[in-house]
């Protein structure tokens, strides 16, 4: 005769392979979700005092514009744009990376220990780097020098001046990557500038213009209205600088891709990537072209998968579900395309392959709460500028939420951060230095051979 505990295992086997069997081909799915509610504060000088909507005290944790790994594996390091969405009222708005773990289990986004990823309980000063220009290194009249915020009466904190911290009225920035030295590069979209800073968040020379290397138009560099050292006229229009920038997989180039076609450029769907070798610390002078969407606006992120292929985010100026009928203009166009600078089609563009559709992304697993309709979730944000591959098969997406501005989810209410994870549908040749693992989400497979497990144990102490 069988024992229990034979008839146990023998069940239970059944029941895993039937589910291993009967799951769902590899197909783009949603696999994880988590949040970062709108309202999230760090310790800081007020700001929001030119925005009529001052934080006393305090710095909105918002504008994820960039992501990297953080110190331990399942946590990030977000950096933060600007502030609130242009120069002239972000002066009190300090330019940070935070460090934090989205629970893709729980669904909730914790603050960590910027050098350790150890959980904290809130936001404080170990959770963040503050960039500053302590050695003073900036070749241009910054906030903290001021006496008096822009075009106020508003005296700049005494912390600002005296640390030197850097602001939203200083750099615009968009997008950074680590060197292996453990020092961080920033692109800028003022300038546009490459800047480069220590591991402490200290500028650690002047930042870096960019050649105009095409030679269109008069300008010898590449210049927006927003450059504090404009020297004639503007070839690039605001807020079009460097929205991207990825580092190989060998660590020695950067590739800063320009958010917009420059101003003199009869293709105006031509978008310029521009080599930068860190070694030298100079531009290699090469240039290779991405070829916008007609559908697309702008782009919000390029990361590196190796030496030659990369994913960038192109994306419309439109939010809102296109399920719910309270948007009256809602998202169409929220993609990630996979380039490759090696191949280039008869017109000199990189090559480009579609992998997510953002606004199209199956849920079968129904992980997307009140993003998802009839099975299918959507990324409805005005702007998604955080992608980082964690793993050949699997992406984490973040929005900027332009904080307290942006409404793409809920009409009327301010966006969250949310952190996705998108399964795709085909491995990606994702170099061993680009992967970035995540505790992965309990799924109904995992839970079965967990309560498996659990029985026979049990059974066998019985």
Do not use: C
Request: negative net charge; charged residues 20%; hydrophobic residues 35%.
């Amino acid at each position: 005769m069988l024992n229990r505990s034979n008839l146990l295992l023998g069940s239970l086997t059944s029941l895993i392979v039937s589910l291993i069997f009967t799951s769902p081909a590899a197909a783009v799915q949603l696999t994880g979700r988590a949040i970062l509610g709108a309202d999230t504060f760090a310790p800081g000088p007020t700001s929001g005092q030119q925005s009529s909507i001052p934080f006393t005290d305090q710095q909105p944790v918002q504008g994820f514009s960039a992501v990297l790994p953080g110190p331990k594996p399942g946590t990030f390091r977000v950096m933060v744009d600007n502030g609130f969405g242009s120069k002239s009222n972000s002066a009190d708005f300090l330019l940070r990376v935070y460090a934090i773990e989205p629970d893709f289990t729980t669904g909730q986004v914790f603050p960590v220990n910027f050098q350790t990823g150890e959980r904290l309980t809130r936001f404080s000063n170990e959770s963040f780097l503050q960039l500053n220009d302590g050695n003073n290194q900036i070749d241009f009249p910054i906030i903290a020098e001021q006496s008096f915020y822009p075009e106020t009466t508003i005296p700049v904190d005494p912390n600002v001046q005296s640390n030197r911290w850097l602001t939203g009225a200083d750099f615009d920035i968009e997008s950074f990557r680590q060197a292996s030295d453990g020092t961080y590069w920033f692109g800028d979209e003022f300038g546009p500038f490459l800047f480069h800073v220590s591991a402490e968040g200290q500028v650690l020379d002047a930042p870096i213009p960019l050649p105009n290397f095409l030679g269109l138009g008069d300008n010898p560099l590449v210049q927006s209205p927003d450059n504090p050292q404009l020297d004639g006229t503007a070839n690039l229009r605001g807020s079009q600088g460097f929205e991207g920038l990825a580092l190989n997989s060998s660590g020695t180039k950067l590739y800063a891709m320009l958010e917009g076609a420059l101003q003199p450029d009869d293709q105006r769907d031509r978008l310029l990537i521009n080599e930068f070798d860190l070694a030298s610390q100079q531009y290699t002078g090469k240039t290779f072209f991405y070829q916008r969407d007609p559908q697309g606006r702008a782009i919000g992120d390029l990361t590196a998968i190796n030496d030659h292929e990369f994913l960038v985010i192109e994306r419309d100026n439109r939010q809102g579900d296109p399920n719910n009928p309270e948007f009256t203009r809602p998202a169409e166009f929220k993609r990630i395309y996979k380039i490759d600078i090696n191949q280039l089609n008869s017109e000199g563009f990189v090559q480009k392959e579609l992998l997510v559709d953002l606004l199209n992304i199956p849920d079968p697993n129904n992980l997307g709460g009140n993003g998802t309709t009839n099975g299918v979730f959507t990324f409805p944000f005005v702007t998604i500028e955080n992608v980082l591959p964690v793993d050949e098969k699997t992406l984490l997406v973040i929005n900027d939420n332009n904080y307290p501005f942006s409404q793409g989810r809920i009409p009327g209410k301010p966006d969250n951060n949310e952190f996705i994870l998108v399964q795709l549908d085909q491995p990606l040749n994702l170099a061993p230095s680009q992967a970035t693992p995540v505790p992965e989400p309990m799924t109904i497979l995992g839970s079965a051979v967990a309560f498996g497990f659990g029985v026979l144990f049990n059974a066998k102490k019985r």
